[in-house]
């Protein structure tokens, strides 16, 4: 039986770590977090916010999917998303989803993500 989602991975190109860890911990706030000593030689890096994980792994041929992205719970979105747009990242907003605010970004690599909070 299924009882939770342990992490989502993104795939991202070699040498970009930099460019992840700048975003990621940066302009989100999600800490990064060791990879263990096998998986550390691949490249990539892990990041954490509470229960939540990315990881973000090394892929030689990668292109950023069109549709495919992790769907991020937010607190207070208006200020969430004001702290990315003063940080550099593009915001969009969008108002399909019934019962949420939510706006889509883009990681320096192009994953697409979602934030979304639900309406009370």
């Known amino acids: 039986m299924i009882t ?4 989502v991975q993104l795939a991202a190109p070699p040498g970009s770590e930099d460019r992840l860890r700048a975003y990621y911990a940066g302009v989100l706030g999600m800490t990064e977090i060791p990879k263990p000593p096998a998986l550390a030689a691949r490249g990539g890096c892990w990041f954490q916010a509470g229960p939540v994980q990315l990881h973000l792994g090394i892929e030689a041929a ?3 999917a069109l549709k495919a992205h992790p769907g991020l719970r937010v607190t207070d979105i ?4 004001a702290r ?3 940080r550099g990242a593009t ?3 969008d108002t ?3 019962g949420h605010r ?3 970004s883009y990681d320096p690599v192009g994953n697409r ?5 639900p309406r009370v």
């Open 4 to 7: 939770a989602v342990d992490h």
């Open 62 to 64: 990668f292109r950023p």
């Open 78 to 81: 208006e200020t969430y998303a």
């Open 84 to 86: 990315l747009e003063t």
């Open 91 to 93: 915001v969009t907003w």
């Open 96 to 98: 399909d989803l019934p």
């Open 102 to 104: 939510r706006f889509y």
């Open 113 to 117: 993500l979602e934030f979304l909070e």
